[in-house]
């Protein structure tokens, strides 16, 4: 059902089975008494992708970022699959954490001087030891996933290309592959296709959703456009000025409600 703002969130208690991610009364102030986040209540289920939409500056990447704790939430709880990612304090909980959460970003993040297979490796970094990293020595069976996954997304012969002698969509492809190599159970990914062309971007929402569909994880997608977020999105989050203010099926995105979200109306004419 769609929910609009200014509606009580429904009585009930936060639980693993109310969806893999129940966000409540999240705040978010970079500066004292300046308010990014306004108490964002949000369930995202287990399983499809949830597109949040929402104008510039109004708190799509913080929201994020405060899931993976990339972010330091100000208050309010992120429960994911029961745990409260908010309250995790020791580095040894956070890095656990963090490994349950596939990232997924605008520009990538590859490094760029190292091959495909190793930036794809990159993502076992929080499974082997340090010494083993440090030294390549990858278990025989990350390495065989690695080209397996490569395969999935279409880069089956780029194993042994560095990361700069990539396009864009094929980076995207790697950094997904990344993500999907930490055995994730959620990807976050911050607008992966604002740096792609029309059809690379569509390729990549495609191939995001797949992935996600295969191994039943829920993927979260920050994403500009809107035609992008109701084609590949089983649930849209519209947010404006730092609140939700839509959560719901593509079909409800009015644009009555596209208004409320984006304010004024000439661009929709
Ligand atoms: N590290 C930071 N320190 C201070 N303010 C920040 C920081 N990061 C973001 N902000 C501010 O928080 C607000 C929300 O930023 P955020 O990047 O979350 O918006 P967004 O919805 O992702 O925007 P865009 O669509 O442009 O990516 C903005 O006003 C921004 O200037
Ligand atoms: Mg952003």
Redesign the pocket.
Known sequence: MPVLVGQPPPAKSASADDGALVIRKLCKEYQPGVPVLKSIDLEVPGHGVTAVIGP??T????L?RCINRLVEPTSGQILFRGTDLAALRSSRELRAARRRIGMVF?EYNLVERLTVMENLLCGRLGYVPPWRAWLRLFPEADVAHAFHLLDAVGLGDFATRRADALSGGQRQRVGIARAIMQAPEIILA??PTSSLDPKTSVEIMELLSRLGGERNIPVIV?IHNVELAKRFAQRIVGMAGGEVVYAGPPEGLSDDILRRIYGGQSWLE
């Open positions: 510039s500056g708190g799509k990447s913080t994020i605008q911050d607008e920050n």
